[in-house]
C-alpha cells in the first residue's frame, strides 16, 4: 500500500512540475485537472476494494 502512495505522490508532483511550466493553462484549469485526476482515482480504488470484496465473499450483490 505504501508503494501505491509513493507512486500515485509521483504522479501528482510530476503532473505538477509538467503542467506549471506551460503558461498558457490558468490556474483554474490546473485545478480541474487535479480535482478530476483525484476523483477518478478514488472512483478506480473504491471500485477495486468493492471488486476484492465481491471475490472474498465479504458482500453479498
Avoid: F, H, P
Amino acid at each position: 500500500m505504501n508503494s501505491c502512495l509513493t507512486q500515485l505522490i509521483l504522479v501528482l508532483s510530476s503532473l505538477l512540475l509538467i503542467l506549471s511550466g506551460v503558461e498558457a493553462v490558468e490556474a483554474g484549469d490546473v485545478t480541474a485537472l487535479l480535482l478530476g485526476v483525484v476523483l477518478s482515482v478514488t472512483g478506480i480504488c473504491a471500485c477495486l476494494e468493492t471488486y476484492a470484496r465481491k471475490q472474498n465473499g465479504q458482500i453479498g450483490l
